[in-house]
């Protein structure tokens, strides 16, 4: 199964929504975060950054897809699903440190910003995770999902 567009950008979309979500929620409050920041907060610039994955990823996915073009099967290997993840994450976090989408900060008095440890931590093992999912058992067990090309609705 060769994954079409839309069918790579819906099993981002679901899959870092969900797995990466849930994922976020056991892993918050491990991380490290700044001194007189809440657990609240931490979540918030967790989601944030998240959600800037998920936005960025889909702009991501049309950049694939024009250089996926110039191969011969017109897709990654598997490999490079995973090494995606480079370019894709610092991105993201030099977005969240210029306080794109909003102004993430951890504390009340402005002094710390998305802290560099978290980020790295939430998203490495997020993207690892997700990789691993959507490249294991989403294969085995969502057959339909597999021979559509990836997409969950016919109608993309």
């Known amino acids: ?9 819906q099993t981002r979309i679901v899959a870092l929504v969900v797995v990466g979500g849930l994922w976020t929620l056991i892993i918050g409050p491990l991380l490290p975060r700044p001194a007189g920041s809440s657990l609240s907060d931490m979540y918030a610039a967790l989601y944030t950054a998240l959600i800037v994955v998920v936005v960025l990823g889909i702009v991501w996915e049309l950049l694939y897809h024009v250089l996926q073009q110039f191969r011969w099967e017109k897709d990654w290997p598997t490999m490079f699903g995973l090494l995606v ?4 994450g ?5 977005l969240l440190d210029a306080g794109l989408p909003w102004d993430q900060r951890m504390v009340a008095d402005g002094s710390a910003s998305f802290p560099l440890a978290a980020f790295l931590i939430m998203f490495t093992t997020t993207w690892l995770l997700v990789w691993a999912v959507v490249n294991g058992p989403m ?11 990836g997409r969950y609705d016919d109608r993309w």
């Open 1 to 9: 199964m060769t994954p079409t567009l839309s069918g790579r950008i």
């Open 139 to 149: 294969q085995l067990f969502f057959l339909r999902w597999r021979f559509r090309g």
């Open 85 to 88: 993840a480079i370019p894709e």
């Open 90 to 94: 610092i991105a993201a976090y030099l």
